[in-house]
């Protein structure tokens, strides 16, 4: 299984990545990447889950943060504050913003998102193919209460880091996924694929935006090879963020299990849970997916690696099942 395709969001993609690298040194990797997070601010184009893999995979991230730069500062950030200019809640730091200022450049002199992140990853070499989702423009808004008893929608991140998920979320919509096309290169890695993994990102925002671009599912089932994912959610809570709370905005119960029965038998043809939801095995595979409960948890690169291990042995079951 030479050919492996990843669909990332962020931390949780990124993570895993490193430890797949280590399992499999002679894989040859393609991350579809989503960049429905992606916001503008200050004039500035900033695709956070990119950037999360291409740091991570390129030792640029700040490790016990999971997001942007080691070593990071925030004097630009308070340069602005201190003109009134905001937001004040998006952390970037001033390292970060050079990434920001040479995409923003770049897209301004008509390179597409997909030809800048190839520029980007020519300073970091991840070791993988980063390709964004798509070249075209999605965002991911989402549904909350207005306060006067309607409903509005805000950008995903002001509900996410702002909001601190902290409000009820109604519904999440990739706006401008229909007209979306698969960026370049996208297709044609998943028709060249010896495998999919969906590491354990988050099944709505992150996979599931990545999965609404039109094209993308029936890429992966086309590739006609083993599809195997790893749960987010451990014990039912997700280990970092708030992945419950855009699940249950979406009717998805916070299990191993419902994520699993969510993404379908139809996409997925493995699934792997953390021990502690052993009892989701008989569960899934009573749904047609073939499933294994071992660690989940990503506390080194070393455990990343372990997960990354027994998805390759469930992929290797899958194709000779
Ligand atoms: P984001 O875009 O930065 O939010 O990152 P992703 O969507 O790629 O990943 C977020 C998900 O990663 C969350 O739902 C977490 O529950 C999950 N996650 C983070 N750390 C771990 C871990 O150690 N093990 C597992 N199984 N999931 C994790
Ligand atoms: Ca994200």
């Known amino acids: ?37 992606d916001i503008h601010l200050f004039g500035l184009k900033v695709c956070p889950d990119l950037d999360t893999v291409m740091y991570t995979l ?30 004040e809640w998006f952390g970037l730091g001033d390292r970060d913003f050079a990434t920001h200022i040479v995409r923003t450049q770049m897209i301004a002199a008509g390179y597409p998102l997909s030809a800048v992140t190839e520029a980007l990853c020519r300073r970091w070499q991840p070791g993988v193919r980063l390709l964004p989702m798509t070249d075209d423009r999605v965002e991911t808004h989402v549904l909350i209460d207005d306060g006067a008893g309607g409903r509005k929608a805000v950008h995903f991140q002001e ?27 996208v297709l044609e890695a998943l028709a060249e694929a010896d495998l999919v993994l969906f590491p354990p990102s988050n099944p709505v925002v992150s996979v599931g935006t990545i999965l609404a671009v039109p094209g ?30 855009v699940l249950a905005a979406v009717g998805v119960e916070s299990t191993a299990a419902a994520v699993a029965q969510h993404y379908g038998s139809g996409l997925l043809d493995g699934w792997l849970v953390d021990t502690a939801d052993r009892d989701a095995v008989t569960v899934v595979e009573a749904d047609g997916i073939r499933c294994r409960a071992v660690p989940l948890l990503m506390t080194d690169v070393d455990a990343a690696a372990d997960m990354a291990r027994a998805a390759l042995d469930l992929a290797r079951e899958v194709r000779a099942a």
Do not use: C
Not at 63 to 86: H, I, M, N, P, S
Not at 167 to 173: D, I, S, Y
Not at 216 to 243: D, K, N, Q, T, W
């Open 1 to 37: 299984m030479r050919r492996i395709v990843v669909l990332s969001g962020g931390i949780g993609g990124a993570r895993f990545l490193r430890g797949l690298q280590r399992a499999a040194p002679e894989a040859d990797i393609t991350v579809i990447g989503n960049t429905g997070d």
């Open 58 to 87: 390129g030792g640029g991230i700040h490790e016990e943060q999971g997001w942007g730069r080691a070593d990071e500062t925030f004097t630009v950030k308070e340069e602005l504050a201190a003109y009134g200019v905001g937001p």
């Open 159 to 185: 509900y996410w880091v702002r909001l601190r998920a902290s409000v009820p979320a109604h519904a999440v919509v990739p706006v401008g996924a229909e007209q979306a096309r698969p960026a370049p290169g």
């Open 216 to 245: 993308m599912r029936e890429g992966i089932a086309e590739a006609g090879v083993p599809v195997i994912g790893l749960s987010p959610l451990i014990g039912g809570a997700p280990v970092r963020g708030m992945a419950d709370k």
